[in-house]
């Protein structure tokens, strides 16, 4: 199977005082072509470390965004580079996208710890 990944959209700021756009963004953003991909809707994860399993190392495009109301979550991740380092503690409803799109680079283990437990969290990971 060969897979691409690709992100686009548009960031605007407005001025919600004046109502004036001050700016307006195209983003877009590709994962070289694939082999594999996951994706979760609602995964629970608790105070103890959740590793999560890859579809391929390194993947090279990451969507994780935590759903929990008033917990956090911990990520952590290694590359192929160097070891394991915290990236990010997702306050709630926090979004990270990470891509990659030099070959043989991106992420090898991901981690996730929350700061309470039954905190759900949705994500995609491919590569």
């Known amino acids: 199977m060969s897979i ?4 686009s959209g548009t960031i605007t700021v407005i001025d919600s005082a004046t109502g004036l756009t001050n700016l307006t963004k195209s983003v877009s ?18 105070t103890a470390v959740t590793n999560l399993s890859l579809p ?15 917990q956090t979550v911990a990520v952590t991740w290694t590359t ?3 070891g394991s380092v ?9 979004v990270i996208i990470f891509t ?18 039954t905190t759900p969290v949705e994500y995609i990971l491919g590569g």
Not at 56 to 70: A, D, G, M, R
Not at 109 to 114: E, T
């Open 100 to 117: 990659e799109s030099a070959p043989g680079a991106g992420i090898t283990a991901i981690s996730l710890q929350a700061s309470g437990a």
């Open 29 to 46: 953003a590709a994962m070289i072509i694939g082999s594999s991909f996951t994706q979760m809707q609602n995964l629970n994860i608790g």
């Open 86 to 94: 915290s990236v990010i503690t997702l306050e709630p409803g926090a």
């Open 56 to 70: 391929v190392t390194p993947v090279q495009f990451v969507y994780l965004k935590n759903l929990h109301v008033n």
């Open 4 to 7: 691409n990944i690709n992100l």
């Open 80 to 82: 192929p580079a160097g």
